[in-house]
């Protein structure tokens, strides 16, 4: 994964900010299961996936954001008779 690079939180900016808010981020390249490959540049927060980690695209509102998937456990095998 690349190094954390700064970006601008408002671009285009909204006619009222004076000045944008630039903040840590980091970008991310995702290779989806039909093997298409998007790089997603997110604000850097609590959770950064490893390499090989499952991950889940959450898009809102046109933004999407990359978070971890939640763990998959086996199911619980069935009673004997």
């Known amino acids: 994964m690349r190094p954390p690079v700064r970006w601008s939180a408002a671009w ?3 006619p009222s900010a004076a000045i944008a808010k630039a903040e840590d981020a980091v ?3 995702v290779q989806l299961r039909s093997g298409e490959r998007r790089a ?5 927060g609590s959770e ?7 991950v ?4 809102t509102g046109g933004k999407t954001r990359v978070t971890r998937a939640p763990a998959v456990s086996a199911p619980a095998p069935a009673p004997r008779s």
């Not at 889940?56 to 898009?59: A, H, N, Q, S």
Request: charged fraction near 15%; avoid cysteine.
């Open 40 to 44: 997603i540049v997110q604000a850097k």
């Open 12 to 14: 285009p900016a909204p």
């Open 56 to 59: 889940i695209l959450v898009t």
């Open 48 to 54: 950064t996936p490893n390499p090989g980690d499952p």
């Open 27 to 29: 970008e991310i390249l």
